[in-house]
């Protein structure tokens, strides 16, 4: 019989459950499997700097883009050490693609 109160019986989902989702919903994004955005990001990423020049630049402004709207989504949910992270990957990312158009 299931206990009150989160007995051992009960499964708790804290912040290190890696299953949960960030933000639960019906979004463009929620049936994907994660592996397979990796997969197409390090694939962009990939030809972006292969290719260089003005295209490759496009090609990683278009994924900074995308890695500020999920940050910007997701603000809320997230631990300040998650955020500076996060934020870090951003600023990496800008500094990649401005030094690619410069190029």
């Known amino acids: 019989?299931?206990?009150q109160g989160g007995g051992s019986g009960a499964r708790r989902r804290g912040r290190g459950d890696?299953?949960?989702p960030l933000l639960p919903g019906s979004g463009p994004l929620a049936g994907t499997p994660p592996v397979l955005v990796f997969l197409v990001v390090a694939v962009v990423f990939?030809?972006?700097i292969l290719v260089g020049g003005s295209?490759?630049?496009l090609l990683l402004a278009l994924l900074a883009v995308g890695v500020a709207v999920l940050l910007a989504t997701t603000w809320a949910r997230l631990s300040p050490p998650e955020r500076l992270a996060r934020g870090l990957v951003l600023a990496v990312l800008v500094a990649v693609t401005i030094g690619m158009a410069l190029r």
């Open 46 to 48: 990939a030809v972006a």
């Open 18 to 20: 890696m299953r949960r």
């Open 1 to 3: 019989m299931p206990t």
């Open 55 to 57: 295209i490759g630049a």
